[in-house]
């Protein structure tokens, strides 16, 4: 089991920076590929980033590429979303997602590939 806790969200205007963090417990977390995702009210929950277990691979939407660095330290069971340059379509409540270790390729922009979420983090952009 992995419990997830998203945090470092809040209020600021566009052109700005926030970087948010999702903190994991559970022995297993360094083995488990983790994803963000974002929701805007009365919109679909979007992938934004995903990074494997390792780190040492990360994809993003096209919509943030260039803006957003998702980075992780497994040693503080800690994963983080560095957003840049925000705009107010940034807006949204933002989800860490973590998958289960199992074998397999997996399509990381579908949400219903991850096991654990957190319970998110309120990202507001003004203009």
């Known amino acids: 089991q992995v419990l997830l806790v998203e945090s470092g969200g809040g209020l600021v205007q566009a052109g700005g920076s926030l970087r948010l963090s999702c903190a994991a417990s559970?022995?297993?977390?360094?083995?488990?590929?983790v994803g963000w995702f974002r929701q805007a009210p009365g919109k679909e929950r979007d992938f934004v980033a995903h990074?494997?277990?390792?780190?040492?691979?990360?994809y993003y939407a096209d919509s943030v590429k260039g803006r957003f660095i998702i980075s992780r330290d497994n040693a503080k069971n800690t994963v983080y979303l560095q957003m840049n340059s925000l705009k107010p379509e940034d807006t949204a409540v933002y989800y860490c997602a973590a998958r289960k270790n199992r074998a397999g390729s997996y399509t990381a922009q579908s949400r219903y590939e991850y096991d654990y979420w957190g319970q998110g983090t309120q990202v507001t952009v003004s203009s």
């Open positions: 559970g022995r297993t977390f360094s083995s488990n590929n």
């Open positions: 990074i494997t277990s390792s780190g040492t691979s990360t």
